[in-house]
């Protein structure tokens, strides 16, 4: 990661889009609707996918792109629910970029998706530069993480399409007032936001109806 | 963040451990104990910080760094606590580096100073490859992150000389398995560690004795 390997004049964002359009062509060829979910670690993307591909199951064929620094654990556990998933390491890499999914893409049958998602590296900062060619982008923050991130890290969440507020079930213990998460939404980074807290399976069916309407 | 623009062949870690063993010089030449302390998006540092200002208070001359890519309001709350801060906003930079924190100590006076903290930027990833030249590390996880954060970012816990694992008090609500952390951080990463709420002012005065023990 930062070690730099490249001729001068070279721009990774400009290479990185290049190739994030690529991968929404294949998306796009093969009637696949993606879905890049950022958010910091421990925000509960894992979880969200999880339950949201049980959701879907029967009704739409989901696939899964992990992406994780080192290890193979979120991948094991979304294996559990019966669809197909690519692990990808990035070593020391923070953020999955196009190039990664690319790669990705060729140990997935997309034809045979209708739904795929991608989960990010666990990093409010750096996957809100590198675009993966996904048709949207969602950030999952989780109210445990107190209530300035979003004025902490307003790029992520301008670049997103939506934002999922995770574990609201611990909004009371935490002194987190929840309110104000939702007022710096509406003034910093304005869009779709959903309140959940996957764990009690609340606030997902609202997220999993949302995303099927894009869908169709 | 990430874009390049440098010579062919110029090596930037190279450079930042240069500029970090100058820091360190000046640390040194100061008489000051300077602590690094690193960890994700709301696992606690300010607080943590905040707790052990007040703490040192009267017997140690504690000053602080923050690191944020935006805003002021983790500087903000520590200025509350009458110790001289420093603000360093990273734009869109996911980790401090040796050279920003050279030029924060432009505006500290290090001879009036026993203590200085560096609170990094949230982030589990980047900030492990960049040494600040301070005398020593920590990460600061909180149990609301889940059980696997060693296990899923060894580096940074191998890099570090403590770790704190904040908000205990949590730890039963979310189902998370405070000894299943501690024996990944004695598999992966075995050290020294903390098991604190600092919230609550649990487990702060063991750390801040801790520190002050390394500091004679």
Request: net charge negative; glycine share 8%.
């Amino acid at each position: 990661m930062h070690k730099v390997d490249v001729a001068v004049g070279t721009d990774l964002f400009e290479e990185n889009e290049k190739i994030a359009r690529a991968n929404a062509d294949r998306f796009e060829r093969a009637g696949v609707t993606s879905i890049d979910l950022m958010g910091a670690i421990g925000s509960g993307k894992t979880l969200l996918i999880e339950k949201i591909a049980d959701r879907l199951l029967g009704t739409q064929r989901v696939g899964v792109i992990v992406g994780d620094v080192t290890g193979d654990s979120d991948y094991r556990r979304i294996r559990e629910h019966h669809v197909p998933v690519v692990n990808i390491n990035t070593g020391k890499e923070c953020h999955l970029d196009a190039h990664l999914i690319e790669h990705a893409l060729d140990d997935l049958d997309l034809d045979s998706l209708d739904v795929l998602f991608v989960e990010n590296i666990g990093n409010l900062v750096c996957p809100a530069d590198f675009m993966l060619g996904c048709d949207r982008r969602g950030v999952v923050i989780s109210v445990t993480e107190g209530d300035d991130m979003v004025k902490k890290h307003p790029l992520i969440f301008q670049t997103a399409d939506f934002i999922v507020v995770n574990k609201i079930d611990l909004a009371e213990h935490m002194g987190v007032d929840v309110d104000s998460i939702i007022a710096d939404i509406e003034e910093i980074a304005p869009k779709k936001y959903f309140l959940t807290d996957a764990r009690h399976d609340e606030g997902v069916d609202e997220l999993v109806q949302w995303l099927l309407q894009k869908n169709e």
